[in-house]
Each structure stands twice: as C-alpha cells, then as structure tokens.
C-alpha cells in the first residue's frame, strides 16, 4: 500500500535528515542504518514525519525529547500514531535518555518488534528476516 505524503511537508524532512538530534544519529549509524530488513530516516505519512520507518514491517521508531511529555505533547503524539495505526503502522517510542543510556535494550526491542510483525507486501522476506530463504 502506497502512503499518503504532504508534499509540504517533504522539505523540512529532507531538512531533518541533515540536523538529526544526536540520539537519532546514534540509533541511526550505530544499528538502524545496516539493519535488514531496511529503515529509512524521516519518512513523510502524511502531514506527520517519523524519526525512522521500516516498510517491510510497518514500523515507526520514534525518539522523544522533553516537549512529548508536556499535555500538548502528549495528545498530538496520541492523535499521530492513532493516524498512523490507521495505515497498519505500529509505533515504538523511546526516550532520548532511554538511547542514550539503554542502547542495547533499545535495539533489542526494536530487533524483536522488527521480528514478532508480519512482513507487509508480496514477494520474498528481507535477507536476516525470520524465516527468509537462506
């Protein structure tokens, strides 16, 4: 299935992609990057741009700074991902201190979230996907 994208939206995630905080950049080069099956930095769905998505599983990874624990912050995260589970998309959210500071737990549920979906699509499973062919 084809995502919807604000086409509005598609400069300042290309912007983003470039000033990624330094918990995006150490989520990113240090796992995400070389992971399969594959991720992508600021995905655009929508009116929404999300840190990280891996289209194979349908999974957003989202890494939040103080402003997501404030009320305000907190109801736009509730209405963007009921938007995006709306489009089968399952959303993980982290902490910025939970990455810097629980890396390998991070990246173990992310692993395991990764491992647990039904790949979306047809055709073969990603190479290191369970049940791939060898």
């Known amino acids: 299935m084809r995502l919807p994208r604000d086409k509005d939206?598609?400069?300042?995630?290309?912007?983003?992609?470039?000033?990624?905080?330094?918990?995006?950049?150490?989520?990113?080069?240090?796992?995400?990057?070389?992971?399969?099956?594959?991720?992508?930095?600021?995905?655009?769905?929508?009116?929404?741009?999300?840190?990280?998505?891996?289209?194979?599983?349908?999974?957003?990874?989202?890494?939040?700074?103080?402003?997501h624990y404030e009320a305000a912050g907190q109801l736009h995260d509730a209405q963007r991902t009921e938007y995006l589970e709306g489009f089968g998309i399952r959303v993980l959210r982290f902490s910025n201190p939970d990455v810097m500071q629980h890396f390998e737990g991070v990246c173990r549920v992310i692993d395991n979230a990764v491992k647990s979906l039904p790949q979306r699509g047809g055709g073969r499973r990603p190479e290191g996907w369970p049940g791939a062919d060898p």
Request: proline fraction near 2%.
């Open 9 to 67: 939206v598609l400069e300042n995630a290309r912007a983003l992609r470039k000033s990624m905080t330094r918990e995006e950049r150490h989520l990113w080069y240090d796992f995400l990057r070389g992971y399969s099956p594959r991720f992508v930095r600021q995905k655009v769905v929508g009116r929404y741009i999300l840190d990280f998505y891996c289209d194979a599983a349908g999974l957003a990874i989202e890494l939040d700074g103080s402003q």
